[in-house]
């Protein structure tokens, strides 16, 4: 009798994401703050409470909250303070953006250096951040997450499939192809896609899993055109100047509707970047922790 | 009066229209003057440019203190070529990502 192979084809998409979902997980933590916010009847209260039963989570929100990314005056001392003060949609979306960088551990070193991936990764967290802010959207710690979590593709293409993976970094480093042109060909998807795939396996909000799928093609982008404009904006001004290294050698081509979504004019990108580099260290700093 | 940089700000000078931060809340009103940490509080909030009483209009320029010798800028343009080979150099985003690259590149006087 012939049965029905349900089993995705190795090295496909659903492949990919199977093999690596068990392995990286968000804390647990982070779906039960989801779930508090999410729950309308839910107050600061509860929500302090989740955050406050994670004493790393709780620091790192609060060195956070108090950097000069968001150069408030008051201190803010403690988690209720920070959700009165910044909203609890964004300590949320921050909640996600301090967890995320322990999430992917062994990943091999000779594929992808993880100081230089995540310098990239908060960068273009940090810059798509404040390109929201110039714009002046109401969300722009949404922006930041996803700006964050943008290539988590790679360490997953790194984790699941590091011999192909490899022969891809280096035929981009040789030819200066583009890479993600070189994922497509030979995988018949990008690491954009894996990306946008393994958060929604993990639930997150489409706000920010959108834009991550879409960073290369912000105008395929059906609900979030706008956020996947300020990631896809951000990542080549990130590797225009040469801020951290997450596999890529060349700068990605504009997508013109993009650039003309965000209509920010091109003599304020000198401005916006001047914002953006004196925060990098300090944010990294937290982030990452002591991470090596 | 006319819009200048926040960073091309100085303490002493009076604001000529309110600061608002992107909800509308007002962060500075008219008249003020500007002391050090009105400007800490202006660039913490990612304000770029503020309207200034008595500026005029040639204000708003780039104040760029850097100058480099036009070998050196052909050189860093060359070496950095290859890096734009996928992006359009004829866009003004791109154009002006190239010529941040290239200041930064002979700032940090690695040529």
Not at chain 1, 150 to 165: E, N, Q, S, T, Y
Not at chain 2, 55 to 74: R, Y
């Amino acid at each position: 009798m012939a049965t029905t192979d349900t089993t995705p084809r190795e090295n496909s998409l659903e492949w990919l994401i199977n093999k690596t979902e068990s392995v990286y997980t968000l804390p647990i933590i982070y779906d039960r703050l989801t779930e508090v916010i999410n729950h309308p009847r839910s107050s600061i209260e509860d929500i302090t409470e989740v955050i406050s039963k994670d004493q790393g989570l709780t620091a790192r929100l609060l060195k956070l909250a108090n950097s000069p990314l968001f150069g408030y005056f008051s201190k803010i001392d403690s988690i209720g303070k920070a959700a009165t003060i910044i909203g609890t949609q964004q300590l949320q979306a921050m909640a996600l953006a301090v967890s995320v960088t322990e999430v992917f551990t062994g990943i091999p070193e000779n594929l992808v250096n993880m100081k230089t991936f995540w310098q990239h990764s908060i960068a273009c967290g940090i810059t798509a951040r404040a390109l929201a802010i110039y714009r002046r959207e109401a969300n722009v710690e949404r922006v930041f997450a996803a700006g964050i979590l943008h290539d988590v593709g790679r360490l997953v293409m790194c984790a699941a499939i590091p011999d192909i993976f490899g022969e891809l970094l280096v035929a981009g480093r040789e030819e200066k192809a583009l890479l993600i042109s070189l994922e497509k060909e030979r995988l018949g998807f990008s690491h954009a896609d894996v990306g946008g795939r393994l958060l929604e396996k993990w639930r997150i909000p489409e706000s920010i899993a959108e834009p991550v799928a879409c960073h290369h093609s912000p105008d395929a982008a059906r609900k979030f055109p706008l956020e996947a404009a300020f990631i896809h904006l951000a990542d080549i001004i990130c590797k225009s100047l040469g801020l951290g290294f997450s596999g890529e050698w060349v700068v990605p081509p504009l997508e013109l509707s993009a650039w003309e979504r965000l209509d920010i004019p091109a003599n304020a990108l000198a401005e916006i970047i001047k914002h953006v580099e004196p925060q990098l260290s300090e944010t990294t700093a937290i982030l990452r922790g002591s991470a090596p | 009066m006319g819009k200048i940089l926040t960073d091309n700000l100085a303490s002493g000078m009076i604001l000529g229209a309110d600061v608002r931060d992107r909800n509308g809340r007002l962060l500075l009103g008219t008249g003020t003057i500007l002391s050090d940490r009105h400007l800490y509080i202006l660039r913490t909030w990612g304000v770029i440019e503020v309207e200034i009483a008595g500026a005029d209009d040639g204000g708003k320029g780039h104040n760029s203190a850097i100058t480099i010798e036009p070998a050196l800028w052909s050189a860093i343009e060359k070496e950095i070529a290859p890096l734009f080979r996928h992006a359009d150099n004829t866009h003004p985003a791109i154009m002006e990502l190239m010529r941040l690259r290239i200041l930064r590149e002979a700032a940090h006087g690695n040529h």
